[in-house]
């Protein structure tokens, strides 16, 4: 990660708590940015390229979830929520709305800027050519093809877009194809540490990639397969 400058922009009302974090952040040869408002949030990243976008929860003028919501419709950045907020329900809110990763409040700043260099790692390793996932390019199936170098996935001849995690999760059933995994296996090889509660989400994704799916290929959707009180598997 060091022969690139990455950019990360973070969204926090509180100067104390984004001067923290440009501090650290920083240390790692990262370009920061900030954002105080939300609505300004979104002129910068609809203006600039970021490899990463920190945001709180709650926020004056617009909160985090409209924001995700807003963002998710234009760029699939890597977000990262910051929330004094940390109740499971408060967790699956933030993955609902389109959050790649969460961090509760008070925070580690080292926590912090481990989360983004894993998330900016993840993402750039799935989206750009020159990052090989595999020796094979794509991953195709009757109604469902999977381009691994440009970080795509069409079903029924049409690109459908999907945030990070969605991606990721549908990858890995696909490369385990007819293999059904828990929850709990899911959230750990997706998000690469323990769930504490948080295996809901694995729901919540599910059912966005499935909706998404069935738009353009009902026959592609029905692949992604729920083994009712076990958990999921993308089925042949």
Same mark, same amino acid.
């Given at each position: 990660?060091? !022969?690139?400058?990455?950019?990360?922009?973070?969204?926090? +009302?509180?100067?104390?708590?984004?001067? @923290?974090?440009?501090? $650290?952040?920083?240390?790692?040869?990262?370009?920061? +940015?900030?954002?105080?408002?939300?609505? @300004?949030?979104?002129?910068?990243?609809?203006?600039? $390229?970021?490899? =990463?976008?920190? %945001? !709180?929860w709650v926020m004056p003028d617009l909160d985090g979830r409209a924001f995700c919501r807003q963002i998710r419709e234009?760029?699939?950045? *890597?977000? %990262?929520?910051?929330?004094?907020?940390?109740?499971v329900d408060d967790r699956i809110a933030g993955f609902q709305a389109g959050v790649d990763d969460f961090v509760s409040?008070?925070?580690? *700043?080292?926590? #912090? @800027?481990?989360?983004?260099? =894993?998330?900016?790692?993840?993402?750039?390793?799935?989206? $750009?050519? !020159?990052?090989?996932?595999? +020796?094979? &390019?794509?991953?195709?199936?009757?109604?469902?093809?999977?381009?691994?170098?440009?970080?795509? #996935?069409i079903a029924n001849g049409i690109s459908i877009s999907l945030t990070l995690k969605e991606f990721q999760i549908l990858?890995?059933?696909?490369?385990?194809? +007819?293999?059904?995994?828990?929850?709990?296996?899911?959230?750990?090889?997706?998000?690469?540490?323990?769930?504490?509660?948080?295996?809901?989400?694995?729901?919540?994704?599910? &059912?966005?990639?499935?909706?998404?799916? @069935?738009?353009?290929? *009902?026959?592609? =959707? !029905?692949?992604?397969?729920?083994?009712?009180?076990?958990?999921?598997?993308?089925?042949?």
């Amino acid at each position: 990660m060091k !022969d690139k400058k990455f950019r990360v922009l973070i969204i926090d +009302d509180e100067a104390n708590v984004r001067s @923290l974090l440009r501090m $650290h952040i920083e240390k790692d040869e990262f370009i920061v +940015d900030e954002a105080e408002e939300s609505l @300004l949030a979104l002129t910068m990243v609809q203006q600039n $390229h970021y490899d =990463a976008i920190l %945001l !709180d929860w709650v926020m004056p003028d617009l909160d985090g979830r409209a924001f995700c919501r807003q963002i998710r419709e234009v760029k699939q950045t *890597p977000l %990262l929520l910051l929330s004094a907020k940390s109740g499971v329900d408060d967790r699956i809110a933030g993955f609902q709305a389109g959050v790649d990763d969460f961090v509760s409040k008070p925070f580690s *700043p080292r926590e #912090v @800027l481990l989360r983004i260099k =894993a998330i900016v790692r993840r993402f750039t390793f799935l989206h $750009h050519s !020159d990052y090989q996932i595999s +020796d094979t &390019k794509f991953i195709h199936f009757p109604q469902l093809t999977i381009d691994l170098n440009a970080y795509k #996935v069409i079903a029924n001849g049409i690109s459908i877009s999907l945030t990070l995690k969605e991606f990721q999760i549908l990858l890995y059933l696909a490369r385990n194809h +007819d293999i059904v995994f828990t929850r709990e296996e899911l959230f750990t090889q997706i998000w690469q540490h323990s769930p504490q509660g948080d295996c809901r989400t694995i729901d919540t994704h599910i &059912k966005r990639i499935r909706e998404k799916l @069935l738009v353009v290929s *009902p026959l592609a =959707a !029905d692949m992604l397969r729920t083994k009712w009180g076990i958990g999921y598997s993308l089925k042949l």
